[in-house]
């Protein structure tokens, strides 16, 4: 079995809830985060709501006009992670509105390389955890995951879970059910097989990313585009 003591996770909560109030989509993720601390796995969480992020598509948001900004703080978590798991609610079919921070806070460094001329979230693997009483959990991994993967992240397979109860109000992922008979959602051997499906692939991809030294350069440094180089690219003018 493959050593994945070198990598790691974080978890980033996209809850409305401020703590101490417990987070259901926090719970489930903890599924995930138990199976890569099992395997060695150095992990982290960062409940976003927490802290105060501003709202834009900069690294620093004083640098233009707001008072206070703690993504530079929260990035550097960021940026050492091998894995990144987004953890959101589905309000109105969607991802919350906290959740679309993070992907614009996220997006703000797309513009970024690394040592390669690769964009700075090459090599690194993502996945998402969603949970909610509606509709919409594909719908919501689809947007989040386009996202990872629109700026860099790999994505692999099955790279999504979560649990949906009963629509419309109701209990929630974790709520105590009638005394002695559990929680809700602990039961469900398809969210249970989903969550370890996410976390094993998520392990594996960033594993062998990690042991190849990322993805290799030909055909996507973008500092290689801009010194000219067009990577077998056809001129259409004389095709």
Sequence with gaps: MADYSG?????VGCTLKKSP???????LMANARAIMDKQGVSTDLIRLVDHDV???????MTKQGWDRDDWPKLWKRVSAADILVVGTPIWLGEESSVCRML????YAHSGETNDKGQYVFYGKAGGCVVTG????IK??????????QHIGYTIPPQADCGWIGEAGPGP????????????VGFDNEFTKRNTTVMAWNLMHMASILKQAGGLPATGNSRTAWDDGARFDHPNPEYR
């Design 133 to 136: 009483n509606e509709d919409g």
């Design 172 to 183: 929630s992922y974790g709520d105590e059910k009638a005394e002695g008979e559990g929680h």
């Design 7 to 11: 990598l790691k996770a974080l978890f």
């Design 54 to 60: 501003a709202f834009g598509v900069y690294p620093d």
């Design 21 to 27: 109030e417990a987070s259901h989509t926090e719970i």
């Design 103 to 106: 992907i614009e806070r996220l």
């Design 139 to 148: 719908h919501v991994s689809m947007s989040v995951l386009y996202a990872l």
